[in-house]
């Protein structure tokens, strides 16, 4: 069975008594091209750990190409038709959200990869769920909302660049694999997508300053109309000359804005506040 040909999909789900459901972020992949790009992306994986497969679009793919596949589907419908598309597949149904995603990867066979059309709802938690579960594998391959994906993925001085990119970009070398206009879905959504591979590197931080090191960027992107220095002083409680002092020992000017700095440039602030006395 074809479940990237939009007509045997349709004739699947139909023969179940299936139709899509919008609050679960239900749009399903139906392009040939874009599955073989997501299975390539995760060649050599021997244990895969999807999330939302759906009706296995990618589920019968990737289980055929791997040693071990989890997916991970909260609509009991879908648990019902993966046995059919996908029997390989060992499919639990639950809530991502509230599964320890690290222990489900323990179980699967090294290397290990993780691969998702991201239910759009959740993509900013279920990306920083993955993220910390980052030292269990070896690729991520994600499918989001392109506007989404753009932000993940913007270098310092672009204005799309928030806490969450500089986040990942900290944890992962992150490339493209695909773009997909919205008529590759059924049902199609209003906006396209963007598949992007997420591969694990050190962070360059130490680890015991790996929270204040996040907790900066997040202070700093607080309000990004303001200045760095305006939202740094909010949050530090420190005087306005202190956080002036800071920037400048990192090297950087006094209006500058949180989406303007490099990942060093955030290393540099944090070692220039710890080096500074209380008070
Ligand atoms: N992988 C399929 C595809 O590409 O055609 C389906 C992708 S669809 C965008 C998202 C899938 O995630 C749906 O099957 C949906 O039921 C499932 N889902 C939504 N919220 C979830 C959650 N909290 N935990 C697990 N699965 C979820």
Redesign the pocket.
Known sequence: MNLSDPGTLKTFLARHGISA?KG??????CSQKVVDKIANALAGCSGVC??????????SRISAQCDRLIA????SR?VSILQESAPKAEVRQ????HADLAEILKELPEPRGVV???????TAPLLTKIAEACEKFTVAVL?MQKEVAQRVAAPAGHRERGSLSVYLQSRFEISLIAQVSAAA?VPPPKVDSTVLSFRPKPTGIEPSLEQDFYALVRFGFAQPRKTLANNLVAAYRRSREDILTVLETAGLEEKIRAHDLTQEHWASIQSALQGMPLG
């Open positions: 459901s679960l972020g239900q749009h399903f992949l999807e999330i939302g497969p759906g009706p296995g679009v990618l589920t991970l589907e909260i609509d879908m639950l809530d991502v959200l998702s059309n991201l239910p759009y709802y959740i499918m879905f």
